[in-house]
């Protein structure tokens, strides 16, 4: 899945860059985390939603869950005790 979600990206670049700039003008401007972690699983829900077919969303949804899970344990966001839960 991250590899095409790279391709995408990279194909849509101006999209998926003013989404970024976007976010990382709310943290510069240290914008409430709750508020913003909702906007952005909001944003992801209607990207599912829009552009994903019924029938692969609720794998998309499992893939994106998972994309998550790895990121943060990639930077140790999670004690050991917290591991699975």
């Known amino acids: ?33 709750d508020i913003m972690a909702g906007a952005l699983v ?7 939603l829009a552009s994903v077919a019924p029938d692969r969303r609720r794998s998309v949804a499992n893939d994106l869950v998972m994309l998550l899970y790895r990121r943060l344990d990639s930077l ?6 917290d591991a699975g839960k």
Do not use: C, W, Y
């Open 76 to 81: 140790n966001m999670f004690d050991e005790d």
């Open 42 to 48: 909001d944003g992801l829900t209607m990207t599912l």
């Open 1 to 33: 899945m991250l590899d095409r979600v790279e391709r995408t990206a990279t194909a849509t670049l101006h999209a998926t860059q003013g989404v970024s700039n976007a976010v990382k003008q709310a943290i510069r401007e240290e914008a409430d985390p």
